[in-house]
């Protein structure tokens, strides 16, 4: 069964430094999202990509964080200098499947700590 | 106010029992809700979807929404300990399914033996 996939599971970085989350989407999939959820707290949305471009993003998505979709099958959280509050699971979405278009399938995490 | 508000419990029933989860929410434009199951150091896996109010059924679980009271609840009838984990309550604005879900809190479901 396909399944969204997150590199690496567990990424410890020292404040101030640059963070890559990798993912992988389900292959066939047209939408992608990155969510985070702090410890104890909502998941909450960062951003959604379509067609090669953010089509939303909310107020905690600023210019610290970027997106990318570097090849056919990669997409990628970066974080450009990490804060102590970045500190989160990190959750890549994607959506699109034919007939269940609605559904978003989420990866199993990347757990970011920020020293 | 937040948008979507759920008791995170935790909630703890025996074997058998049926379990009641519920959500409020505030934004009228809110048309599509669904309920998300998430076991300990796992991503969130849908449960149930529906679109505006009404009941869904799928096997054991049901679905409510009412947006005349902007309430949302999950039923899970004959509960199994296999259905311990944080239930999240999520909603999606506007006239399209896809885009930003919004999550409530989550309760922590406990079904012991």
């Known amino acids: 069964e396909p399944e969204v996939t997150q590199t690496p599971s567990h990424q410890v970085t020292q404040m101030g430094q640059e963070v890559i989350l990798r993912c992988v989407p389900i292959?066939?999939?047209?939408?992608f999202y990155w969510y985070r959820q702090i410890l104890g707290q909502k998941v909450e949305f960062l951003v959604s990509f379509y067609n090669n471009e953010i089509s939303e993003k909310s107020e905690i998505f600023d210019d610290q964080f970027s997106v990318e979709r570097p090849d056919g099958s990669n997409f990628t959280l970066k974080i450009r200098s990490t804060k102590l509050e970045d500190s989160a699971m990190y959750f890549c979405?994607?959506?699109?499947?034919?007939?269940?278009?609605?559904?978003?399938?989420f990866g199993p995490g990347t757990r970011l700590t920020v020293l | 106010q937040k948008e979507v508000e759920q008791d995170p419990g935790p909630l703890s029933v025996p074997e058998g029992a049926i379990v009641s989860l519920n959500c409020t929410y505030s934004n009228s434009a809110f048309q599509y809700f669904m309920w998300y199951r998430q076991y300990s150091r796992k991503g969130p896996e849908l449960l149930m979807y529906t679109y505006s109010s009404g009941n869904k059924e799928d096997g054991r679980f049901t679905a409510q929404v009412d947006k005349s009271s902007k309430y949302i609840s999950l039923f899970i009838r004959d509960s199994q300990p296999s259905d311990s984990a944080t239930y999240l309550c999520?909603?999606?604005?506007?006239?399209?399914?896809?885009?930003?879900?919004?999550f409530g809190q989550g309760t922590i479901l406990t079904v012991h033996p």
């Open positions: 999520a909603t999606i604005a506007g006239g399209t399914s896809y885009g930003k879900l919004t």
């Open positions: 292959s066939n999939h047209l939408y």
């Open positions: 979405a994607s959506s699109g499947t034919p007939g269940l278009e609605d559904e978003q399938f």
